[in-house]
């Protein structure tokens, strides 16, 4: 998958996080798109490196949305709680 996979992918699947967590968000929206991409990327690592599987098969696959969007929420639980100590 490409460059422009990923950020579309990390775009969908920020989107997709910030709906399962709802809530006040010290970021706006380019901090979501940002922590879905990383998320992307971390959902796609830790599939590989946990469970042992290619989770970035291709855009397409559930696998890959799957990984995806738990790392998404996976980075916007940390964003929160660390960004809510800061401002608190």
Known sequence: MG???WILLGLLAGIIAKVL???RDPGGII???LIGIAGA???GWLGKVIFGVDSVDG???LSTWIAAIIGS???LALYRLF?????A
């Open 3 to 5: 460059i422009l996979g």
């Open 21 to 23: 967590m709802p809530g």
């Open 31 to 33: 901090i979501t798109i």
């Open 41 to 43: 990327l971390l959902g």
């Open 59 to 61: 855009f397409f696959e």
């Open 73 to 75: 929420l996976i980075l």
């Open 83 to 87: 960004a809510g100590r800061r401002h």
